[in-house]
């Protein structure tokens, strides 16, 4: 049967040589290696489940009556788009389950992204011959938070809502242009054209997905045909990669993980609620909630937000840089500009500018460690002041102190974690008593 | 009957027999090493193969019944998870998992060196190379620009006047959500009132107001408003210059000497307003106050306004002051 | 004889018990005074015990703060939080009687079953959402916290909405009518029981929770999958 199909392959695509050759590729062996996995079947569950609620969503703004089951707003106004995200709720067999599947994926996808992040900038995967491959996975981590935000957006509610009037405001904050640019985007002002939603719709179901099937597609094709980064270990070297054939290992594990994704996403979205809008309700631009936050992706926006004094920087009676710039705008900006130049500014000072096919651990590698490790845990305490009303209503540490706190943390806690960092990685090389070889290491 | 005695047993042979006529391999060096046989995890992959489709059944009949999200969920979630125990002891036990090894790949310099030449050898005999590569960059840019152009219609780019549009006009009466108009009794101390311009499409930035009373007293307001609260009563835009959310929470202390002063402060980034000093920013990033609206009292008694705003409303925006 | 000198001194015993041994005037004497002035007159800052006067609040105010505990605080500067009132049912009944008597508005009687959810879901998030929010899970006023709603009673939500007790801006009845407010009471009372159709509620905050789900459940869960199937570095 396998030999009626190859010869079927071979001789329609001459696919023979190149099967055969994937079937033996070789997966180095360790479970952190896994992580960009489980953001991939992340992202397939994400177009899946997008698909379905795509044939039930209705994009558009017009205002309507609601008349279903939900009684709380039964006889209120409110748009199509939020209307037909209540039914699919409510009314569509499996809709709530498909729907609240769909964004735990997109909230576990980007914690996925984050930890293989993490691991690839901690083990110093993103060196050459990979700079390319982490240059495009960044892109992708910035396409995902905007393609996030957009799919919650486009639903209408007062969260949601409010969250939209915020990131008009953010772009309204850019020097010189941002009105600009805003108009362009919405149409007009704020609120804009009611086709506003149609851009954030196409946007969300097609344009920014294509583009992350793209970049996905380059990311992996460099991962393989580069192969994959190994820790260094007995054969392991430079120059030979072990691990694990395709066939007959590696296919049926990725397939566990495949599986396993998918089981706890559903497990998920049947379980544990997500996104309740027919508790939220419709969004209108009078109304405002307590405690409103956007998806956990973008809490150090609103971090940085809520931790930026209160100034806009004027010359004269010229308003130059209205006062969101700084947390919404330029922050993430900063972050986003440090990981891309991370690889180049490592070469520099360290003045490696080889090829490495072995990975770091990161206990060897203390400068990087170190500084990765202090600019994690400054985004980290911005990211955690999102929460500071919450903190202030179940612990009761009034928010004005916290705000002095974080601010003091945010000055106070890097270098310290930086100083520490770099301890514990001597520490942990002095006690590891390991000699590793030169000539099987790096051959 | 018969015929379920024969699936039976035949159901009974394949579970029960094992590692019967093993495939005939192709001659020659084995490619992939043997592995120990397993049968015990064998059954227990079976049994997981079967539960997970039994879980999917349970998944469809659920399902045309009254598809309660749970039992959903935990249905098809927990078929899932059966086909991941089964994939990974699959891996673990019943295939191999012995390791290989493969060179990583080197680089190429020939080709390197061949797909240069071929581009040097194709336009060889070009005599004004610099001249085209500068027509043909000037080509592609004009016509990318070209291209982008129709995404200037998107939006009104160039008329940022029109974010300094309200629809407040003089002598418009204040309407509340349900469109009764609001009068100058209805808005006592300690009450906070959302109001909008009467006949007006509420959906615009500029539309919604909150309206309070401040004990003339403690009033407070820039020299040129004076006349701007009569007995007290002010109104603001209600969306924030912060951020453009509605400016929803009041702080109206009963008794003002143990409290924090009467603000009205927005749920986002907590930006506070003083009502009693013409919307100052007391606390929170807003950059800017929040704009006025100056009110009369018409002659019945109804709250009309009597102009524009003392700003623009909403989010600043590089030369929002001008 | 006996038996009725027996029962006149049980009664002697036990009537005062039941009709209040301390009058609702030794109560306000014994407990509120001190900041709240004889005969509710209130006593202006500058001394140790100060506090608004309570003259025209009526019992509305006083059951309110009474049986939710808010009253008495230690001090005027103190946020109060609810919690078990020290004074018992009776006792409060007095207090309350003896504070109306200074004049004010009678304790409201919601009918939550006359207002209509659908109207108490659009009251709410217009008028209370920005502090309650929206799910009446409580949330921050700087300077204060407007209070989680899942302990409230109809008379409470109603009395609340009158007073404007502590930092709480109050709606006169020109604003809220009595039936919106049965609307809000009914409303309230379906968030301390919410249609939490898609399972565990996470405290019906939004983002948050669902944040820390994603990365400790979740997260947690996947990590221990890709442990348990990939290799380790030993």
Redesign the interface.
């Known amino acids: 049967m396998i030999r009626r199909v190859t010869r079927f392959l071979d001789e329609r695509a001459a696919a023979a040589p190149l099967l055969r050759k994937t079937l033996r590729y070789v997966f180095p062996d360790n479970w952190s290696f896994l992580l960009g996995e489980i953001a991939l079947y992340s992202f397939i569950v994400l177009v899946l489940t997008g698909i379905y609620l795509t044939l039930f969503f209705e994009p558009s703004l017009k205002d309507t009556v609601y008349h279903g089951s939900y009684e709380p707003l039964q006889g209120q106004k409110m748009s199509e788009a939020y209307r037909s995200v209540v039914d699919i709720s409510f009314k569509v067999k499996a809709g709530l389950l498909i729907r609240q599947t769909h964004h735990w994926a997109a909230d576990v996808f980007v914690v996925a992204i984050v930890l293989h992040l993490l691991r690839v900038f901690f083990t110093g995967a993103f060196r050459r011959p990979r700079d390319l491959t982490y240059y495009v996975g960044i892109l992708m981590l910035m396409t995902a938070l905007l393609e996030g935000f957009l799919g919650y957006s486009i639903v209408d509610d007062l969260l949601s809502g409010m969250g939209l009037a915020i990131a008009y405001s953010v772009v309204m904050s850019l020097p010189v242009v941002g009105a600009n640019v805003a108009m362009l985007i919405w149409g007009g002002a704020y609120p804009g054209i009611p086709s506003f939603e149609s851009r954030m719709y196409i946007a969300h179901v097609f344009l920014l997905p294509i583009a992350i099937a793209i970049l996905l597609s380059v990311h992996l094709l460099l991962v393989v045909a580069r192969h994959h980064t190994q820790f260094p270990g007995p054969k392991r070297t430079e120059r030979r990669v072990v691990g694990l054939p395709m066939v007959p290992a590696y296919v049926p594990r990725t397939l566990g993980l495949a599986f396993g994704v998918v089981a706890v996403l559903v497990l998920l979205g049947g379980l544990i609620q997500i996104n309740p809008i027919w508790q939220w309700g419709p969004y209108s631009l009078a109304n405002g909630t307590n405690g409103a936050q956007p998806d956990w992706y973008l809490g150090w926006l609103i971090g940085a937000l809520r931790l930026m004094p209160g100034f806009d920087v004027t010359i004269g009676n010229y308003t130059l840089i209205p006062n969101p710039f700084w947390g919404g705008a330029l922050f993430p900006l900063l972050v986003f500009a440090f990981l891309f130049a991370w690889p180049s500014i490592e070469r520099r000072h360290s003045g490696d500018y080889d090829f490495h096919n072995l990975l770091d651990h990161p206990r060897d590698v203390p400068w990087r460690t170190a500084v990765g490790a202090s600019v994690f845990s400054f985004v980290t305490i911005v990211f955690l002041a999102g929460a500071m009303d919450r903190v202030a209503v179940s612990v009761g540490v009034p928010y004005t102190w916290q705000i002095w706190i974080f601010r003091a943390a945010l000055l106070v806690v890097p270098p310290l974690v930086f100083i520490v960092t770099q301890q514990m990685c001597s520490e942990l090389r002095e006690r590891e008593w390991v000699e590793v070889e030169p000539s099987i290491a790096r051959e | 009957m018969k015929r379920f005695g024969s699936w039976a047993i035949a159901g009974l042979v394949l579970l029960l027999g094992r590692g019967q006529r093993r495939r005939q391999l192709p001659p020659g060096k084995p ?2 090493e043997g592995g120990s046989p397993a049968p015990g995890s064998e059954l227990v992959v079976v049994g997981l193969l079967l539960l997970a489709a039994a879980l999917a059944v349970v998944f469809i009949v659920l ?1 045309a019944g009254r ?1 309660n ?6 249905a ?6 059966a ?6 002891l ?2 673990f036990r019943l ?11 080197e680089l190429h310099p020939f080709e390197a060196a061949e797909i240069e030449q071929i581009a040097v050898e194709s336009g060889q005999h070009l005599t004004r190379r610099k001249l085209l590569v500068l027509a043909a960059g000037a080509a592609g840019t004009a016509l990318a620009v070209a291209l982008l152009a129709p ?2 219609a ?7 006047s ?2 300094r ?1 309200d629809p407040w006009r003089k002598g418009m009466r204040l309407v ?2 349900n469109g009764r108009v609001l009068r100058a009794n ?1 808005i ?1 101390l ?5 109001a ?1 311009p009467e006949g007006v499409d ?2 615009n ?1 500029a ?2 107001i909150v309206v ?1 009373r401040v004990e003339p007293a403690r009033l407070d307001l820039p020299a040129d408003r004076s006349d701007w609260a009569p007995g007290g009563i002010v109104a603001y835009s ?2 924030c210059t ?14 003002e ?4 002063r009467p ?1 009205l ?8 307003f003083d009502p009693a000093t013409g919307g100052t ?1 007391l ?6 106050p929040l704009p006025q609206l100056p009110l009369a009292v018409g002659r019945r008694g109804e709250l009309i306004a009597r102009g524009g705003f003392s700003g623009p409303v ?9 | 004889m006996k038996p009725a000198l027996l029962i006149a001194a049980f009664l002697a015993l036990v009537l005062p018990q039941l009709g209040g041994a301390d009058s609702g005037g030794d109560l306000y004497l014994q407990h509120c005074a001190s900041c709240h002035g004889r005969g509710g007159a209130g006593v202006p800052p500058g001394g140790e015990h100060f506090g608004p006067p309570l003259q025209g609040v009526g019992e509305q105010a006083a059951d309110f703060y009474l049986r939710t505990g808010y009253m008495p605080v230690q001090e005027a500067s103190q946020e109060p939080v609810r919690k078990s009132s020290p004074f018992s049912d009776a006792e409060i009944r007095s207090l309350v009687t003896y504070i109306g008597s200074f004049g004010g508005p009678p304790i409201p009687k919601p009918q939550p079953e006359r207002g209509s959810t659908s109207q108490g879901l659009k009251l709410f998030t217009e008028n209370c959402a920005g502090c309650h929010q929206v799910a009446a899970q409580g949330g921050l006023v700087v300077g204060g916290t407007a209070p989680r709603l899942a302990d409230s009673t109809p008379t409470e939500i109603a009395e609340a909405v009158r007073v404007g007790p502590y930092l709480m801006p109050r709606f006169t009845r020109r604003q809220l009518s009595d039936r919106d407010v049965d609307s809000i009471v009914r409303y309230v009372q379906l968030t301390q029981n919410p249609d939490n159709r898609g399972g565990w509620g996470i405290a019906n905050l939004g983002p948050i929770p669902e944040g820390l789900v994603a990365w400790l459940l979740a997260g947690g869960a996947l990590v221990g999958i890709a442990v348990l199937i990939g290799g380790r570095e030993r």
Do not use: M
């Not at chain 2, 999200?69 to 935990?74: A, D, F, I, P, V």
């Not at chain 2, 912060?242 to 008794?255: D, E, T």
């Open positions: 490619v992939v399902f598809a999200t749970q039992l959903l969920g935990l098809l979630g927990l078929c899932f998870a086909l991941a125990v089964a994939s990974v699959t891996a295939l191999s998992s012995e390791v290989d090894d493969e060179p990583y790949p995404l200037a998107l939006g009104p780019v160039f008329d940022t029109r974010l549009r509340d959500a209805d006592e300690n009450t906070l009132h959302t909008f509420r959906e930035l539309a919604p309070v209600k969306i912060h951020a453009a959310c509605a400016v929803a929470l009041y702080r109206a202390p009963h008794f000497p143990s409290r924090p603000a402060v927005c749920p986002c980034h907590y930006s506070t920013v606390f929170g990033p807003a950059g800017r909403g989010p600043s925006w590089s030369g929002v002051r001008e």
